[in-house]
């Protein structure tokens, strides 16, 4: 059974930082992309962040761009997601999501994926 399970939310500041982390089991973690995904109430969900654990490639969304970090870590099954100058438009749930990767490394449409954590809440005050 494939499992994530997405933590590291809270609270924080305007201009702090918290690292998520997304753990994985079932998969074959070296084979796989993980995004991070996020939803704020009334909106759409959206990636901020995806990387190939086989390829090491990572895509940023504009809006993220400079200020998060995405990594993992294949000995831990493990992605994190680095996010510095937080932003009180940052607030969301946030998800990460799997997938088996292909030829391409890289995949941004929530549909791609085939499995999703619960989502962790983040919540930068300004």
């Known amino acids: 059974e494939v499992q994530l399970a997405e933590s590291g939310g809270g609270l924080v500041q305007s201009g702090g930082s918290l690292r998520l982390s997304c753990a994985a089991s079932g998969i074959a973690f070296g084979d796989y992309a993980i995004g991070w995904f996020r939803q704020a109430p009334g909106k759409e969900r959206e990636e901020v962040s995806c990387i190939s654990t086989s390829d090491g490639k990572s895509y940023y969304a504009d809006s993220v761009e400079g200020r998060f970090t995405i990594s993992s870590d294949y000995a831990k099954k493990t992605a994190y997601l680095q996010m510095n100058s937080l932003k009180p438009e940052d607030t969301a749930v946030y998800y990460c999501?799997?997938?088996?990767?292909?030829?391409?490394?890289?995949?941004?449409?929530?549909?791609?994926?085939?499995?999703w954590g619960q989502g962790t809440q983040v919540t930068v005050s300004s």
């Open positions: 999501a799997a997938r088996s990767v292909l030829k391409v490394t890289i995949f941004t449409n929530p549909t791609e994926y085939d499995y």
